[in-house]
Every structure is written in C-alpha cells, then in structure tokens.
Nanobody, 115 residues
Framework: VQLVESGGGLVQPGGSLRLSCEAS????????MSWYRQAPGKERELVAT????????NYADSVKGRFTISRDNAKNTVYLQMKSLKPEDTAVYLC?????????WGQGTQVTVSS
C-alpha cells in the first residue's frame, strides 16, 4: 500500500488549496479514505472521511463548510479542497486508509497559512 500526498504549500489567510492523495497497492474503490492533520505540539486530528463510493462524507466541526473531500476511483485519488483557510489550519495533512485491521498513512504534505 502506498499513499502519496501533494498540493500543500504556503497560502495567505482566506486563500484556497487542493490536496491530492494518490493511492496504489490496494483496491482503492473498495475502501473509505480519510484526511488527517497534525499541527506542531498537537494530536493528530481527523479532518474528513469519504466512503468507498463517494456517497457519504463527514467533516470535523472545525472545517465544515470550508473543506470538501472527494475522490476519483478511476484515478485512485482522493482530494481535499480547502477554502477560506485560517492560520489555525496550518499543519501537516496526511492521507489515511484502513484495510481490515491495518492502517496506512502517507508521508504528509505541509500546509502553512500565514500572511
């Protein structure tokens, strides 16, 4: 299993970014996918989850209405569209999949929101 995130960077408050996570090594269309984030000195936080068919999504209260998770099963990729970014969104964003009893993580992509 391999998860490779991309799309992070430095953005001003109020700006937008789209993160991507390209998956390989498993049947992507069969599993729910999640985005987490971890800020320095803080615990890892679940940001958003999407079911295998993309029909149901869930979000942390802190990002509801600003972030959108989506997936393209033909491209084995899950996305996180982030808008109205705030300094408190600054973190490493990680892609996650649970396959039976195993949990897999990507290496993460840094998002920094600062003026």
């Amino acid at each position: 299993v391999q998860l490779v995130e991309s799309g992070g960077g430095l953005v001003q408050p109020g700006g937008s970014l789209r993160l991507s996570c390209e998956a390989s090594g498993f049947t992507f269309r069969s599993y729910a996918m999640s985005w987490y984030r971890q800020a320095p000195g803080k615990e890892r936080e679940l940001v958003a989850t999407i079911t295998s068919d993309g029909g149901t999504t869930n979000y942390a209260d802190s990002v509801k209405g600003r972030f959108t998770i989506s997936r393209d099963n033909a491209k084995n990729t899950v996305y996180l569209q982030m808008k109205s970014l705030k300094p408190e969104d600054t973190a490493v964003y990680l892609c996650n999949v649970r396959i039976w009893f195993d949990v897999y993580w990507g290496q993460g992509t840094q998002v920094t929101v600062s003026s």
